[in-house]
């Protein structure tokens, strides 16, 4: 049997005939960049996620850095993120010659750790963003960072890239910080069929900012106040996440259901499981475990047919292009652990039970179970 990492082939099989309406829909429509879609797409976000204003934007990381730069942050300022996420949650903005500081983790959510948190706003002075990751789809303790960010004067940007659709106590991801920030690159829980983002917030002043940066600083055509970016949702796009932001509980609840065949096939394994937290709902963009043998075990689940990957296999401040900041190996001893031993297993809606089965049952073998 062959298990795929992902399938969107088969995730979007049933919908392909509403996705060749839309395709031909906006084809016939002729507008193509920041149209009626696009303005469709954002009301239906914002009042999905529970903030004032959305703003599209080209990808992901175009929403952390315009989503950043909108909170007034410039270049010689400090941010604090964490440095076991994809690297752009430091790179959106340290591109715009911002400072990068980290913060490191709990090892059950793989989430920045608010107590830490706490500590490096103590010792590093000037920071005035924070951007808490709500990683592989499980919020983050985000009601106690924002009371740590409160009490130091520090905004918050929450990285919500990988999680569309989770919640904190009842209430959306995306909807705690001053902004927040969504990527939906095709994988995502709510994809689109290239790049595209997103930039949410509550604040009249922010979202005027990023309205104005992700469209060359113009604040009408032709005037342009500040300088900003070419980077705007294409109605194609747009159109295509409206229709599919009407399944993405579906297919959450479907991604939790796969969740759950995973935590029964694998428990009594020497595998570390996913933990989903009280006050949380982890909606399973990506299902990561914690293994002895790692590297040997992902050769052997090849082997088998299954792929797997890391997410992410080298933590940011370790990273070559980060080098001149000065950190050193040991300085953020959890995230470093917990990078050499996490392994994402296939996870998509339309997987199969046979399959996560399967899955389960050559991990069990190479553990002699």
């Known amino acids: 049997m062959l298990v795929r990492m992902f399938d969107l082939e088969r995730d979007h099989k049933e919908i392909k005939g509403e996705l060749v309406?839309?395709?031909?829909?906006?084809?016939?429509?002729?507008?193509?960049?920041?149209?009626?879609e696009v303005k469709a797409f954002e009301e239906a976000f914002a009042q999905y996620i529970g903030v004032k204003h959305a703003v599209g934007v080209g990808n992901g990381t175009d929403a952390l850095r315009i989503g950043?730069?909108?909170?007034?942050v410039k270049a010689g300022d400090?941010?604090?993120?964490?440095?076991?996420?994809?690297?752009?949650?430091?790179m959106a903005l340290s591109m715009q010659g911002l400072i990068p500081k980290f913060c490191d983790i709990e090892t059950e959510t793989y989430n920045m750790d608010p107590e830490r948190l706490e500590e490096v706003l103590k010792r590093e002075k000037g920071i005035k963003l924070c951007i808490p990751v709500h990683l592989y789809g499980h919020p983050c303790r985000i009601e106690e960072i924002l009371d740590v960010c409160?009490?130091?004067?520090?905004?918050?940007?929450?990285?919500?890239?990988?999680?569309?659709?989770?919640?904190?106590?009842?209430?959306?991801?995306?909807?705690?910080?001053d902004v927040s920030?969504?990527?939906f690159y095709p994988t995502k829980n709510l994809g689109c069929y290239g790049d595209g983002g997103i930039v949410l917030t509550d604040s009249d002043d922010i979202n005027e900012k990023a309205l104005m940066l992700r469209n060359y600083g113009q604040i009408?055509?032709?005037?342009?106040?500040?300088?900003?970016f070419n980077s705007r949702l294409d109605e194609m796009q747009a159109a295509i996440l409206r229709f599919k932001l009407k399944k993405l509980n579906h297919w959450n609840e479907k991604r939790r259901k796969i969740a759950g065949w995973y935590q029964k096939g694998l428990e009594d394994t020497p595998v570390i499981l996913p933990k989903e937290a009280s006050r949380a709902y982890h909606v399973y963009h990506l299902y990561v475990v914690r293994a002895r043998k790692r590297d040997?075990?992902?050769?052997?689940?090849s082997e088998q047919g299954v792929s797997t990957l890391i997410h992410y296999p080298t933590p940011i401040h370790m990273q070559k292009v980060y080098k001149h900041l000065g950190y050193k190996n040991g300085d953020f001893p959890n995230a470093e652990k917990v990078a050499k031993e996490i392994i994402s297993l296939p996870m998509y809606p339309s997987l199969k039970e046979d399959e996560v089965m399967y899955v389960c049952k050559h991990i069990r073998a190479f553990y002699g179970k």
């Open 21 to 36: 309406k839309i395709f031909k829909d906006v084809l016939s429509k002729g507008e193509y960049i920041l149209g009626k």
């Open 68 to 72: 950043g730069l909108a909170c007034g």
């Open 78 to 90: 400090k941010f604090v993120t964490t440095p076991n996420t994809y690297i752009a949650s430091a």
């Open 150 to 177: 409160k009490r130091h004067k520090v905004m918050v940007m929450e990285d919500a890239c990988q999680a569309h659709g989770a919640l904190y106590k009842e209430k959306k991801i995306g909807s705690f910080g």
């Open 181 to 183: 920030a969504f990527s």
């Open 220 to 228: 009408s055509k032709h005037i342009h106040a500040i300088e900003g």
């Open 296 to 301: 040997e075990l992902m050769r052997y689940l």
